[in-house]
């Protein structure tokens, strides 16, 4: 599947990332890639890189009441004041801080319509890590979870992410996690396909809920490669399969079936 991806850009000698996105950039389309572990995987579309100015945007997301972030417009993620432990809770105050993107969209079997349930991803840093949590709601005698081996998780339910940390529309990482947090990662190249040969060292955890499960990931700056500075814009695509319902696919951007390509 390809999909729309947007940016940010990377400060690690500041105190804030920022996500960026032109409310006027055209959406991309999904295609799948068969992994050879089981169902395909997504597969991430990067926009061009929009030649408009950063706009801040005040995140003061909650728990219990998130403020979703704009998909029209940047996002300025906050850097955490102390890391959070990576137990699949959830429960640590610093997520409170963190820049909170909901309101996802059925892609798969659907068209852009209401998903079967919602799905929560929030996003913060420090100095060493890059933090990714999940809330997904879904029934739990539905959700589907082993403890598979690593990259051998696509027949479970899962969460992805992508990472195009050059932005240059030519390769991605690519990270999944199931409910119980077991990882699959490895790289998407134009033109190649996956490789899960690839294994970045990163620590995942994830826990079954009474309505649906949550997952915590950080990874290491220091196992991925990308150019740090001001301006560095990078490419990310969020999304969720849900095996029991048709295999549904839940992607946070809107995705346009009659665009074709999966990294340009």
Same mark, same amino acid.
């Given at each position: ?6 940016m940010f850009g990377l400060f690690l000698a500041c105190s804030t990332f920022v996500f960026a996105q032109t409310a006027n950039s055209p959406a991309k389309t999904g295609e799948t890639v068969q992994?050879?572990? %089981?169902?395909?995987?997504?597969? +991430?579309?990067? *926009? ?12 003061? +997301? ?11 417009? +940047? ?8 890391? +959070?432990?990576?137990? %699949? ?18 892609? *798969?079997?659907?068209? #852009? ?28 005698? =539905? ?39 077991? *990882? ?7 033109g190649r396909g996956e490789d899960y040969s690839v294994d970045l060292v990163m620590e995942s955890k994830g826990v079954i809920t009474e309505d649906g499960y949550t997952v915590e990931a950080a990874?290491?700056? =220091? ?5 740090? %500075?001001? #301006? =560095?814009?990078? %490419? ?6 849900? =095996?029991?319902?048709? #295999? ?17």
């Open positions: 599947m390809k999909n729309l991806f947007f992994p050879s572990s %089981g169902p395909s995987p997504a597969v +991430p579309q990067p *926009q061009t890189e929009p030649n408009t100015a950063i706009v801040e945007t005040s995140v003061e +997301p909650t728990i219990a009441a998130p403020r979703y972030m704009a998909k029209n417009a +940047p996002a300025r993620i906050t850097r955490f004041e102390s890391a +959070p432990v990576i137990d %699949g809770q959830l429960n640590d105050e610093v997520w409170r801080s963190a820049a909170v993107f909901g309101e996802f969209l059925q892609t *798969q079997p659907g068209d #852009n319509v209401q998903p079967s349930h919602p799905t929560e991803a929030m996003i913060g840093y420090d100095a060493k890590n890059l933090y990714i949590a999940f809330r997904v709601k879904q029934d739990r005698d =539905k959700i589907r979870a082993t403890v598979a081996r690593r990259d051998n998780i696509f027949n479970d339910d899962y969460i992805g992410v992508f990472l195009d940390t050059f932005n240059d529309q030519r390769q991605a990482y690519i990270l999944f996690f199931n409910p119980l947090g077991i *990882q699959a990662d490895g790289t998407l190249t134009e990874i290491p700056f =220091k196992s991925l490669r990308y150019e740090a %500075g001001r #301006n =560095k814009n990078w %490419g990310i695509h969020i999304f969720r399969r849900v =095996k029991y319902n048709n #295999n549904e696919l839940d992607s946070w951007m809107r995705i346009d079936r009659s665009r074709s390509g999966s990294l340009n």
